[in-house]
């Protein structure tokens, strides 16, 4: 449910609808608005009725919200959210471009890559520490080590870094070392892993489970959100298909779905949803044409011997020339590269 009060509500008016609400037990958010107040309410399990709140104090309407998720829709919250990252803006007139190998293989190969990405203009440097990984003998990261040579390439680059928090474990040296949790799509279901996401002050990127629809995607944010942490960017990767000639099929018409039921920010990663270095250039310009709020794509300076992922992942010169492109075509979309 959403509760609306009458315009400029003095403080008493809602303070008295916020009372009431804790008091039935359920939890409530303050939404401000230029001249109005609305408060939504999280936390009942079943639908409320108007006539609880309709009678208060300053209330001018109530409207119930359908929707399984509330705080990732846009009945909570009508503007697209905007937050920073380092010299990054995930949220409208903004395009964030991430780049990185898909995995920190060693100090070495990390700076060479996080240097060719910065010099090239990306805005967040990607790396995975922590590998989920189909057969349990490939490579599955450096674990920590990897985490300090992000460190390394951060402190160099002036990047801030996103990597990936596999469970609890990892999840708390993640939080310690990046500016972005990464939740993989093998993750967007591990629903105890999104309630301590939940709990901490630093932004989750949440990729799209493989075969999520979105109502199960944004409910996943709301998992995120509802534990008090609302700076979450979706990221679309692309979901299983029928066909072989991609690893995935980026969903983009979800992107626009996505983006009309939730305010959050949109990543699209073209490097795992579609699995081939000559498609990740253009997925990459659609995705900017389209509306997506950020790009995270795989970049290696030798993807023949990269340890995870070689196939998809551009050199730093095709990075160089696709970022280029982007500067170009995003100022007549109204934006501007981060
Ligand atoms: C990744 O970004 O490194 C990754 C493993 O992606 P996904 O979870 O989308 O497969
Ligand atoms: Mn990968």
Same mark, same amino acid.
């Given at each position: 449910?959403?509760?609306?009060?009458?315009?400029?509500?003095?403080?008493?008016?809602?303070?008295?609808?916020?009372?009431?609400?804790?008091?039935?037990?359920?939890?409530?958010?303050? %939404?401000?608005?230029?001249?109005?107040?609305?408060? /939504?309410?999280?936390?009942?399990?079943? $639908? *409320? +009725? #108007? =006539?609880?709140?309709?009678?208060?104090?300053?209330?001018?309407?109530?409207?119930?919200?359908?929707?399984?998720?509330?705080?990732?829709?846009?009945?909570?919250?009508?503007?697209?959210?905007?937050?920073?990252?380092?010299?990054?803006?995930?949220?409208?007139?903004?395009?964030?471009?991430?780049?990185?190998?898909?995995?920190?293989?060693?100090?070495?190969?990390?700076?060479?890559?996080?240097?060719?990405?910065?010099?090239?203009?990306?805005?967040?440097?990607?790396?995975?520490?922590?590998?989920?990984?189909?057969?349990?003998?490939?490579?599955?990261?450096?674990?920590?080590?990897?985490?300090? %040579?992000?460190?390394?390439?951060?402190?160099?680059? /002036?990047?801030?870094?996103?990597?990936? $928090? *596999? +469970? #609890? =474990?990892?999840?708390?040296?993640?939080?310690?070392?990046?500016?972005?949790?990464?939740?993989?799509?093998?993750?967007?279901?591990?629903?105890?892993?999104?309630?301590?996401?939940?709990?901490?002050?630093?932004?989750?990127?949440?990729?799209?489970?493989?075969?999520?629809?979105?109502?199960?995607?944004?409910?996943?944010?709301?998992?995120?959100?509802?534990?008090?942490?609302?700076?979450?960017?979706?990221?679309?990767?692309?979901?299983?298909?029928?066909?072989?000639?991609?690893?995935?099929?980026?969903?983009?018409?979800?992107?626009?779905?996505?983006?009309?039921?939730?305010?959050?920010?949109?990543?699209?990663?073209?490097?795992?949803?579609?699995?081939?270095?000559?498609?990740?250039?253009?997925?990459?310009?659609?995705?900017?044409?389209?509306?997506?709020?950020?790009?995270?794509?795989?970049?290696?300076?030798?993807?023949?011997?990269?340890?995870?992922?070689?196939?998809?992942?551009?050199?730093?010169?095709?990075?160089?020339?696709?970022?280029?492109?982007?500067?170009?075509?995003?100022?007549?979309?109204?934006?501007?590269?981060?």
């Amino acid at each position: 449910m959403l509760i609306l009060m009458k315009s400029n509500p003095s403080k008493e008016q809602v303070d008295g609808v916020v009372a009431k609400i804790t008091q039935l037990g359920y939890k409530p958010h303050l %939404i401000p608005g230029e001249h109005d107040v609305a408060v /939504g309410i999280t936390g009942n399990e079943t $639908a *409320l +009725d #108007p =006539e609880t709140f309709i009678a208060l104090d300053g209330v001018k309407e109530c409207i119930p919200v359908t929707k399984p998720y509330k705080l990732a829709g846009r009945a909570f919250k009508k503007t697209d959210t905007s937050f920073q990252v380092g010299n990054a803006t995930f949220g409208p007139g903004s395009f964030v471009v991430i780049a990185g190998p898909c995995a920190v293989e060693s100090e070495e190969q990390t700076l060479r890559i996080a240097r060719a990405v910065k010099a090239a203009g990306a805005a967040v440097l990607r790396g995975g520490a922590y590998k989920p990984r189909s057969s349990p003998y490939a490579f599955r990261g450096m674990g920590v080590d990897g985490l300090k %040579i992000l460190k390394l390439a951060s402190k160099e680059t /002036g990047l801030p870094v996103i990597t990936e $928090a *596999l +469970d #609890p =474990e990892s999840l708390e040296k993640v939080y310690e070392y990046a500016d972005i949790i990464q939740l993989g799509t093998r993750n967007m279901q591990n629903f105890s892993l999104l309630d301590l996401v939940g709990k901490l002050d630093k932004p989750v990127m949440l990729k799209r489970g493989m075969s999520a629809t979105i109502e199960e995607w944004l409910q996943a944010a709301e998992y995120i959100m509802s534990g008090g942490n609302t700076k979450v960017i979706l990221c679309e990767r692309g979901v299983r298909s029928f066909d072989t000639n991609t690893r995935n099929m980026v969903d983009l018409g979800g992107v626009l779905a996505v983006r009309n039921l939730s305010h959050l920010p949109v990543c699209v990663d073209p490097s795992h949803g579609t699995g081939k270095r000559f498609m990740v250039t253009p997925m990459s310009r659609a995705a900017l044409a389209l509306g997506a709020n950020a790009v995270m794509i795989d970049v290696h300076d030798r993807p023949a011997e990269a340890l995870c992922d070689g196939p998809q992942a551009i050199l730093p010169d095709e990075f160089a020339e696709l970022v280029k492109t982007l500067r170009q075509l995003a100022p007549p979309l109204g934006l501007k590269l981060a």
